[in-house]
Nanobody, 128 residues
């Protein structure tokens, strides 16, 4: 389907910024909604942000709304998560994910099971 690889994780101080990138291979990337999830130690994987196949729609978890921005560049087959005003609670492994269906824009109703492709994850650590 789609192969995904995340880049950009690392260590950052609280209040700082970090940008994650996800490189995708496969022709279906341009027709698939994309998302970011994260999983903190001892917690379940949770939704962070999603973007429609064309980039025209976005949706964010309440916990990151106003701080994180998801974007995509279909010409380069990449999706990006710009994270600002980072907090220690943002510490987690972040995963890039691709929709198993095509041309979906109603991304607010998507669940974890709607994503059929997953990256390997990249660690984000926010210190005080």
């Amino acid at each position: 389907q789609v192969q995904l690889v995340e880049f950009g994780g690392g260590l950052v101080q609280a209040g700082g910024s970090l940008r994650l990138s996800c490189a995708a291979s496969g022709r279906t990337f341009k027709t698939s909604a994309m998302g970011w999830f994260r999983q903190a130690p001892g917690k379940e994987r949770e939704f962070v942000a999603a973007i429609g196949w064309s980039g025209g729609t976005t949706y964010y978890a309440d916990s990151v709304k106003g701080r994180f921005t998801i974007s995509r560049d279909n010409a380069k087959n990449t999706v990006t998560l710009q994270m600002n005003s980072l907090e220690p609670e943002d510490t987690a492994v972040y995963y890039c994910a691709g929709d198993r269906n095509y041309y979906r824009t109603n991304i607010a109703i998507m669940t974890k099971s709607d994503f059929g492709s997953w990256g390997q994850g990249t660690q984000v650590t926010v210190s005080s």
